[in-house]
Nanobody, 124 residues
Framework: QVKLVESGGGLVQAGGSLRLSCAASGRTFSNYAMGWFRQAPGKERELAAAISYSGRNTYYTDSVKGRFTISRENAKGTVYLQMNSLKPEDTAVYYC?????????????????WGQGTQVTVSS
């Protein structure tokens, strides 16, 4: 059974930075893509960033391009989301998720494995 544990959320002022981490266990981490979703109150869950199994391919939703960076350390079974120049509209619960595929998928229904979520709050 895949287990995903996020850390690194918190409260930050607009313009600040946070780094989220997600430690995965339960299967061969390097064989699978990973994603960071976020869900703000009253909004649908959206894929903020994703990374392929090797790390060579990445995806970012338009609103975070140039500000967020997703990366992974396969030897440590960990995926990161570096968030810079944070804005109040980035406030959400951020979820680490793992599909059963090696390549990036944007449909959240394909992601069968989810972390518990970590709150990110950006004050203006």
């Amino acid at each position: 059974q895949v287990k995903l544990v996020e850390s690194g959320g918190g409260l930050v002022q607009a313009g600040g930075s946070l780094r989220l981490s997600c430690a995965a266990s339960g299967r061969t981490f390097s064989n699978y893509a990973m994603g960071w979703f976020r869900q703000a109150p009253g909004k649908e869950r959206e894929l903020a960033a994703a990374i392929s199994y090797s790390g060579r391919n990445t995806y970012y939703t338009d609103s975070v391009k140039g500000r967020f960076t997703i990366s992974r350390e396969n030897a440590k079974g960990t995926v990161y989301l570096q968030m810079n120049s944070l804005k109040p509209e980035d406030t959400a619960v951020y979820y680490c998720a793992a599909p059963d595929t090696a390549f990036i998928i944007s449909n959240p229904d394909v992601y069968k494995n989810w972390g518990q979520g970590t709150q990110v709050t950006v004050s203006s």
